[in-house]
């Protein structure tokens, strides 16, 4: 059916449990790596390797990789649904879920050769590419700002500079790396002159690339990288030099939504734990749950996450029928990561004392996702982006 006026077909936006199979499957996986799990790797700051092998030979990890690369081929929703579902079950996708959002870089802006010598593996899990290399530490949020180089020299480029917040790089094969290869003073405007390399992290480390942890209030894995003249093939520059800023904004929707996918998640876990909670606690002679006080935080943070949820839908639905989807995807990722957050201090208040009692994995939840509103953007950068590009007020920065 196409609407005659504007000559485009309607966007399709499912209500209720979509993908129920996966999901069911989703939550009988996540059922093998209950709270005791987590709790033990928080403490030993350990990755979650068991349950990132699980996912991967099951095939969720490559569920956007298409078909013809050993992929499933599946939309962007069925990627969203198995990462709500993850994290509503209290599990934590942080430890696999780049892999998701940085491929489609490489899918849409790689050549047919890397498409195919790299795609396959990473489907089958041969091939780990978790690792992110944007945020710097002198730069942050201003990123045609950053300062690593890479300056070409015969068949290579030469890497010099440092990245920060690089997640899982200890435990992935390849970097999506982003780096400028024209200085910001020889370009037109600074969104030029940077471009993305996939960095092969096994071949690099002690030649020219060092990894150290970085200790965090979660456990994320995360690490500070440094290159000092780590030579990087030209084949491995992906797309044209100098345009990667703009491959790796193309990307920002499918990152938002994903990572809204998640908090939406966590947020459901908030409020069903409390809710529990809420009605077996018994205090005064009845459960507290019982009491208004208690009920309307819950019933808040779930009435949040339910508004939140139907952008999200929106922002997938436009992302799919290849529309605009930046409005929808950032709002989804503002308001979801809000409703999450009500819905943690909810959950915590719900549970008193006990909320700090690590054994009831509440305050672990609740560390993880106050993440969400700092990254992989801050509230005030999406609130940056409605006031600009949305409501078309003059630009701050
Ligand atoms: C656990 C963790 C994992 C991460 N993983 C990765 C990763 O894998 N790869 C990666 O590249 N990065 C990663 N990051 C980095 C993350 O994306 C950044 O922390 C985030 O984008 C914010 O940047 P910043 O920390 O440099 O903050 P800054 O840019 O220094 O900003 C600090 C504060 O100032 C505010 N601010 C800055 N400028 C403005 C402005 N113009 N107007 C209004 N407010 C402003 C921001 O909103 C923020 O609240 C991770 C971070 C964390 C904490």
């Known amino acids: 059916m196409t609407n005659e006026a504007t000559g485009s077909s ?3 936006l499912e209500l209720g449990e979509d993908y129920p199979e996966i999901r069911e499957a989703i939550r009988r996986i ?15 700051e350990a990755y979650p390797t068991e349950f990132v092998q699980t996912l991967t030979k099951a095939g969720y990890l490559s569920v956007l990789i ?26 934590n996708a942080g430890a696999c879920h780049a892999q998701m959002y940085i491929m489609g870089t490489l899918l849409r802006h790689g050549s047919v050769e890397q498409k195919s010598s790299y795609l396959p593996k990473i489907a089958t ?62 370009v037109r405007k600074k969104t030029e002159g940077l471009s993305v390399f996939l960095v092969d992290m096994r071949e690099a480390r002690g030649n020219g690339l060092e990894i150290r942890p970085l200790k965090a209030m979660i456990n994320h894995n995360t690490t500070e990288v440094f290159f000092d003249r780590l030579r990087v093939p030209a084949r491995n520059l992906i797309g044209e030099e100098g345009k990667g800023f703009r491959y790796i904004l193309d990307g920002m929707n499918a990152e938002r939504i994903l990572i809204a996918s998640e908090t939406l998640g966590d947020g459901r876990w908030f409020v069903n734990t409390a809710k529990a909670y809420a ?18 935080p819950i ?5 949040e996450l339910q508004g939140a949820e139907m952008v999200l839908r929106r922002a997938c639905a436009l992302f799919e029928s290849g529309r605009p989807c930046g409005e929808d995807a950032n709002i989804a990722k503002l308001l979801s990561s809000e409703a999450a957050w009500h819905a943690a201090e909810a ?51």
């Open 66 to 91: 298409p078909a013809e690369y050993g992929g499933s081929g599946l939309p962007l929703r069925a990627a969203s649904a198995i990462l709500e579902e993850i994290h509503a079950a209290g599990c």
């Open 125 to 186: 899990g041969e091939l780990r590419l978790q690792a992110f290399g944007v945020t710097e530490p002198t730069t942050g949020s201003d990123t045609t700002s950053l300062k690593t180089r890479a300056v070409r020299d015969g068949d290579d480029y030469i890497v010099d500079g440092q990245k920060v917040w690089t997640s899982r790089a200890f435990h992935s094969d390849l970097m999506l790396l982003l780096a400028r290869t024209t200085p910001q003073d020889q």
């Open 299 to 303: 019933a808040r943070a779930y009435a």
């Open 347 to 397: 959950c915590l208040q719900t549970h008193g004392g006990f909320g700090f009692a690590r054994e009831y994995d509440v305050e672990r939840k609740w560390r993880e996702t106050r993440l969400m509103q700092i990254a992989p953007i801050s509230t005030n950068l999406i609130l940056a982006y409605v006031a600009e590009h949305v409501l078309g007020m003059p630009r701050s920065y």
């Open 30 to 44: 996540c059922a093998d790596f209950p709270g005791s799990y987590w709790r033990d790797l928080d403490a030993r």
């Open 279 to 296: 009605c077996e606690r018994v205090v005064f002679g009845r459960p507290i749950g019982q009491n208004q006080g208690v009920q309307f």
């Open 10 to 12: 309607p966007v399709m």
